[in-house]
T-cell receptor, first 114, second 115 residues
Framework: DTGVSQDPRHKITKRGQNVTFRCDPI?????LYWYRQTLGQGPEFLTY????????KSRLLSDRFSAERPKGSFSTLEIQRTEQGDSAMYLC????????????FGPGTRLTVT | QQQVKQSPQSLIVQKGGISIINCAYE??????FPWYQQFPGKGPALLIA?????SEKKEGRFTISFNKSAKQFSLHIMDSQPGDSATYFC??????????????FGQGTTLQVKP
């Protein structure tokens, strides 16, 4: 499978715990995006990386959220001191540099905070 | 201004019929308009996309119609099949740093195709 992969697919955590998600983009895609999708809504943009540089962050990304892409390949999204409002599907997408804006999404990580 | 309004919220179509989903926007900076299909528990899958300098794009049974002056675009699914039953999202891309765009999604339309 050469698509975007995400790990884990599901995560249940208690309020106040820290969680980390991983995204592996399509090979050779140097652009990587994180989105969050709550039940019954469309995805909302969180942040964008071009290679290892984080070039854009949404105001939705509070201080408890941090994302990295240390070597320009996989990326991690960490949420510290999770709250019940963080329960959502966290989606990663990737695209190839160039004129195309096509973003390809992974299967997502479903986070449930109890 | 960065909203994309999608309608209807839900749609029921008979097999073989035409499914039509509409979206409207205000921000003229949007430069790319994709449609995504999402099945329960899965990530959105890119279906078809259009740029604002084109009025129509067709790929198989899927057609995007784009009206730049009205700031509206729509997805038509011809010969709808039960396997098309899913949630459909329109989106619009607004330019951000790095010569790319972030996607602003509509609220989604749940399509049910009855056999």
């Amino acid at each position: 499978d050469t698509g975007v992969s995400q790990d884990p697919r599901h995560k249940i955590t208690k309020r106040g715990q820290n969680v980390t998600f991983r995204c592996d983009p399509i090979s050779e895609h140097n652009r990587l995006y994180w989105y969050r999708q709550t039940l019954g809504q469309g995805p909302e943009f969180l942040t964008y990386f071009q290679n290892e540089a984080q070039l854009e962050k949404s105001r939705l990304l509070s201080d408890r959220f941090s994302a990295e892409r240390p070597k320009g390949s996989f990326s991690t999204l960490e949420i510290q001191r999770t709250e019940q409002g963080d329960s959502a599907m966290y989606l990663c997408a990737s695209s190839l540099a160039g004129l195309s804006h096509e973003q390809y999404f992974g299967p997502g990580t479903r986070l449930t905070v109890t | 201004q960065q909203q994309v309004k999608q309608s209807p919220q839900s749609l029921i179509v008979q097999k073989g019929g035409i499914s039509i989903i509409n979206c409207a926007y205000e921000n003229t900076a949007f430069d790319y308009f994709p449609w995504y299909q999402q099945f329960p528990g899965k990530g959105p899958a890119l279906l078809i996309a259009i740029r604002p300098d084109v009025s129509e794009k067709k790929e198989g049974r899927f057609t995007i119609s784009f009206n730049k002056s009205a700031k509206q675009f729509s997805l038509h699914i011809m010969d709808s099949q039960p396997g098309d039953s899913a949630t459909y999202f329109c989106a619009a891309s607004v330019p951000i740093s790095g010569n790319t765009g972030k996607l602003i999604f509509g609220q989604g339309t749940t399509l049910q195709v009855k056999p």
